[in-house]
C-alpha cells in the first residue's frame, strides 16, 4: 500500500476513532470534566502515543469548544430546509427563538447526543477552517470535493450574518456561549464599564487557548530557567522579573531541571496577579483557606521567604499532599497544611491565637469557573442559574467564616476565577452589608479582556476593628 493511501487510511481511521470518544464523553448525565475525563481514557489503552493524544484532545475540545454553535448551524439548516430559502429567514428573530429553545445545559447536551458525530464535527471543522485553524500534525480539515455544498453555503451565510450583526447574542453564539449567560455578560460590561475594544477583546480571546505562563519562585533563577527553555525548543518572554510568558514550544517542560528543582511554576497571569494581592512581608502569618494545588500558597511563600508562616487548607486531602510535595521541592519550610470543609475554623497552632489571628487571609472561592473557559469550555455545559445560586451561597459563607481569622488591622483577600458579578462584587457587598468591622480596599477584574490570560476577581478587605 502506498503511503498516500496509509495516510489516509489512518486520516479516516483517527476520525472515527475520535467519533467514538465524543460518544462515550456524552454517556453521562452530565459532561465530564473533559481534560480528566480524556486521560482516564488514553490510560485505558497503551495505543495512544503522544501524537495521538494530541491529536484526540484537540479534536474533543474543539467540538466542546464550538459545539453550542453546532447546534445553531444544525438548527438553521433544518428550519431553512423546512422554508426551502435560507436568505428569507430573519436572523436575528431566529436568534431569539434559538434563545427560548436552548435555555440551559441540559438541552444543549441532548441536542449534542441526538445530532450523529459527522454532522456534529462536520459544524465544528467548517468553524475551525474558519479561523484557519489546525489539528496537531497538520492534518487539514478539508473536506473531500463536492461533500457538505449545502452545509458550507449555510455555514458561509451564518458566518456573514454573526460577524455582520453587533448584538451581543451574535457575538456569544459566534464563540459558542449559551444564550442564557447574556445578562451575566451583560452585567460585567455595565460593572467594569467596558468599552467596545475591551469587548470585541473579550470574545475574540475566547477562540484560543490563553499561553503558558510560569512564575519564578526565586528571581535570582531567571537566566538557568530562560537557558534551559531554549535548549529545550521553547521561547519566552520576560514579563517581569517573576513571571515568563512561553511563546512557542509544547511538551517535556516537566521534564526541565530547573521545574524538578522547583525554580518555576506553571501558573497563569491573572491567578499570579490574585497572589499578588496578597501583600504579606516576612514575618507575617497568612492563611491560604481554599489553596487546591497550593500554586498561590507557593507563590506568597516566596514573598516571606522562609520567614513568618502560611497555612494551606483544602477540603481535598489529595490536594494537600501533592502541595506537601511541591513546596518541599522549591525549598518552602514555612507551610502548613491543614484540612477544612469550610465548617468553623481549623484548629490552628497556638502562634495564630498569640498572633490575634492572621496578618493575612486569601479565599480562593469554588466557583463556575466562567474565567477559565479559554482553556476548559466544558465549564460553561456545567454552569447553571441554579447551582450558580449554591455556589453564592458557599463562597459567602466560606467568606464570612474565614474572615473570623483575620487579626485587627489585617486583611482579607476574596478571589474566585470567574467574571460574575453575583459570584465577586455581589458577594463583597452582602458581606460587608453584615460586617462592619471590614472595609474595602480595592476589588477587580484582572486577566482578559486587557491581558491575554484567564479572567479573574479580587477583592482586598481591611478588618479595622474586631
Known amino acids: 500500500m502506498s503511503d498516500i493511501s496509509n495516510n489516509l487510511k489512518n486520516y479516516e481511521g483517527r476520525w472515527k476513532h475520535l467519533y467514538k470518544l465524543w460518544r462515550s464523553s456524552l454517556v453521562q448525565e452530565s459532561l465530564p470534566q473533559m481534560d480528566r475525563w480524556l486521560a482516564q481514557e488514553?490510560?485505558?489503552?497503551?495505543?495512544y502515543g503522544s501524537r495521538d493524544r494530541r491529536w484526540y484532545s484537540e479534536g474533543i475540545f474543539?467540538?466542546?469548544?464550538?459545539?453550542?454553535?453546532a447546534?445553531?448551524?444544525?438548527?438553521f439548516f433544518k428550519y431553512s430546509l423546512i422554508n426551502n430559502d435560507?436568505?428569507?429567514?430573519?436572523?436575528?428573530?431566529?436568534?431569539?427563538?434559538?434563545?427560548?429553545?436552548?435555555?440551559?445545559?441540559?438541552?444543549?447536551?441532548?441536542?449534542?447526543?441526538?445530532?450523529?458525530?459527522?454532522?456534529?464535527?462536520?459544524?465544528?471543522?467548517?468553524?475551525?477552517?474558519?479561523?484557519?485553524?489546525?489539528?496537531?500534525?497538520?492534518?487539514?480539515?478539508?473536506?473531500?470535493?463536492?461533500?457538505?455544498?449545502?452545509?458550507?453555503?449555510?455555514?458561509?451565510?451564518?458566518?456573514?450574518?454573526l460577524k455582520e450583526n453587533d448584538s451581543l447574542l451574535a457575538k456569544m453564539i459566534m464563540q459558542s456561549i449559551p444564550l442564557w449567560f447574556s445578562e451575566y455578560i451583560e452585567k460585567r460590561i455595565l460593572v467594569s464599564n467596558w468599552d467596545e475594544n475591551q469587548i470585541e477583546q473579550f470574545f475574540i480571546l475566547l477562540e484560543s487557548r490563553?499561553?503558558?505562563?510560569?512564575?519564578?519562585?526565586?528571581?535570582?533563577?531567571?537566566?538557568?530557567?530562560?537557558?534551559?527553555?531554549?535548549?529545550?525548543?521553547?521561547?519566552a518572554e520576560i514579563f517581569d522579573e517573576n513571571t515568563l510568558k512561553v511563546i512557542e514550544g509544547k511538551g517535556g517542560i516537566?521534564?526541565?531541571?530547573?521545574?524538578?528543582?522547583?525554580?518555576?511554576?506553571?501558573?497563569?497571569?491573572?491567578?499570579?496577579?490574585?497572589?499578588?494581592?496578597?501583600?504579606?512581608?516576612?514575618?507575617?502569618?497568612?492563611?491560604?483557606?481554599?489553596?487546591?494545588?497550593?500554586?498561590?500558597?507557593?507563590?506568597?511563600a516566596s514573598y516571606l521567604k522562609n520567614k513568618g508562616v502560611i497555612y494551606a487548607s483544602d477540603i481535598r486531602e489529595y490536594k494537600l499532599e501533592e502541595l506537601k510535595k511541591r513546596s518541599k521541592k522549591s525549598g518552602f519550610f514555612n507551610i502548613r497544611c491543614v484540612s477544612w470543609n469550610g465548617e468553623g475554623l481549623p484548629k490552628f497552632q497556638r502562634e495564630i491565637e498569640n498572633n490575634k489571628g492572621f496578618d493575612w487571609v486569601l479565599i480562593d472561592a469554588p466557583c463556575s469557573s466562567s474565567g477559565t473557559w479559554r482553556r476548559n469550555p466544558d465549564s460553561k455545559y456545567r454552569a447553571t442559574k441554579e447551582n450558580l445560586k449554591s455556589l453564592c451561597d458557599l463562597q459567602l459563607k466560606i467568606l464570612q467564616t474565614a474572615s473570623c481569622a483575620v487579626r485587627p488591622l489585617g486583611n482579607l483577600v476574596y478571589s474566585t476565577c470567574s467574571w460574575i458579578y453575583d459570584e465577586?462584587?455581589?458577594i463583597i457587598e452582602q458581606f460587608l452589608s453584615h460586617n462592619s468591622n471590614f472595609t474595602l480596599e480595592k476589588q477587580v477584574v484582572v486577566g482578559s479582556p486587557l491581558q491575554n490570560a484567564d479572567t479573574m476577581f479580587v477583592a482586598v478587605l481591611k478588618k479595622i476593628s474586631d
Open 42 to 47: 488514553f490510560a485505558k489503552s497503551s495505543k
Open 62 to 69: 474543539a467540538g466542546i469548544r464550538y459545539g453550542y454553535f
Open 71 to 75: 447546534v445553531f448551524c444544525e438548527e
Open 86 to 161: 435560507y436568505n428569507k429567514i430573519e436572523f436575528q428573530g431566529f436568534i431569539q427563538n434559538f434563545k427560548k429553545k436552548y435555555s440551559n445545559s441540559n438541552e444543549i447536551l441532548s441536542s449534542f447526543r441526538d445530532m450523529s458525530e459527522e454532522r456534529f464535527f462536520t459544524w465544528i471543522r467548517l468553524r475551525y477552517l474558519n479561523l484557519n485553524y489546525k489539528f496537531s500534525e497538520n492534518i487539514s480539515f478539508e473536506f473531500k470535493e463536492n461533500n457538505f455544498i449545502d452545509e458550507k453555503n449555510i455555514f458561509d451565510y451564518i458566518n456573514h450574518n
Open 210 to 235: 490563553p499561553p503558558m505562563w510560569l512564575r519564578l519562585n526565586d528571581a535570582k533563577y531567571l537566566k538557568d530557567i530562560l537557558t534551559e527553555l531554549e535548549n529545550n525548543g521553547y521561547k
Open 254 to 300: 516537566f521534564a526541565l531541571n530547573t521545574f524538578r528543582s522547583g525554580y518555576f511554576e506553571i501558573q497563569d497571569l491573572a491567578s499570579q496577579q490574585i497572589g499578588q494581592h496578597v501583600e504579606a512581608k516576612m514575618g507575617q502569618f497568612v492563611w491560604d483557606s481554599c489553596a487546591g494545588g497550593g500554586g498561590k500558597t507557593q507563590q506568597i
Open 424 to 426: 465577586n462584587e455581589n
